[in-house]
């Protein structure tokens, strides 16, 4: 018996990265997911082991930055199913041209509806499943860049990944009464595909240093898992190795 039998889950972004470590670890504890994604083929290859292990997941491919898009996959997950108890916000979107002297009006487009845009448009095409059932968990992947202003994720990257956490705490302020929880989860450094956008190369050590999906994954298990009175507003993950800290160490001299 798995702590989330009978439960409805809807993973978006779950093809790869967060996502997918997201989906995996939910589908292990008993949940039925609805995995969603740009690319169907990663989304069948998820669905596929979370078969082949005994769970069930179904595939609803659409883009989360259309908002048209994003209420028709909530709409058929009520028509299917009836409720949906949790909902993992993921999908996410970075540059190359990040910095203020090389990004477009484009990559800007790209980045805050990839990032923000697509939580509103979601935690709204949910909440009022979540209200009639007066239950509902929404876990949303936000950033170490959504707490502390740097440069090296990009303005826009930060900008949005502020936004999100700042939504997710509007959602428990009016949301408590309706039994809806909202965590935003604060990863730093994780070896997923978006590292492939950094415009400094992150090398394969690095990378083998760094917090891994299956690791936030869990993490999102452990949050999915807790009892209705309690919310975990916010939570940090990061790897022990961080080369933040390190990069200060070394220029110290310590």
């Given amino acids: 018996m798995g702590k989330l039998d009978g439960k409805i889950v809807w993973v978006t972004g779950a093809g790869t990265g967060i996502g997918e470590g997201a989906a995996m670890a939910l589908a292990a504890e008993g949940a039925t997911l609805v995995l ?7 989304l ?19 883009d989360m930055t259309d908002a048209a898009a994003v209420q028709g996959i909530a709409d058929w997950i009520k028509k299917k199913f009836k409720r949906l108890d949790i909902f993992v916000a993921n999908a996410g979107i970075n540059i190359l041209d990040r910095s203020w002297d090389k990004i477009s009006p484009e990559g800007i487009d790209t980045v805050l509806h990839g990032n923000l845009d697509s939580v509103f448009y979601g935690a709204i095409a949910v909440l009022p499943m979540m209200r009639k059932q007066q239950d509902g968990q929404i876990i949303v992947t936000a950033s170490m860049a959504g707490r502390w202003v ?17 939504a997710c705490h509007t959602i428990n302020m009016q949301e408590c009464i309706n039994g809806i929880r909202c965590t ?8 997923t595909p978006i590292l492939d956008k950094r415009p400094v190369p992150v090398s394969a050590d690095d990378r083998a240093k760094m917090a891994q999906k299956e690791d936030v994954g869990d993490l999102i298990r452990y949050i999915a898992c807790l009892p209705k009175h309690v919310v975990i507003n916010e939570v940090m993950i990061c790897p022990t190795w961080n080369r933040g800290y390190v990069a200060a160490l070394q220029k110290a001299g310590v």
């Fill in 36 to 42: 969603t994604g740009r690319r169907t083929a990663p």
């Fill in 44 to 62: 069948k290859e998820v669905a596929g082991r979370i078969a082949e292990a005994g769970g069930t997941a179904h595939v609803k491919a659409g």
């Fill in 150 to 166: 740097g440069l090296m994720s990009g303005p826009a990257y930060v900008a949005a990944k502020h936004g999100v956490v700042a």
């Fill in 184 to 191: 935003a989860v604060l990863p730093g450094e994780v070896a």
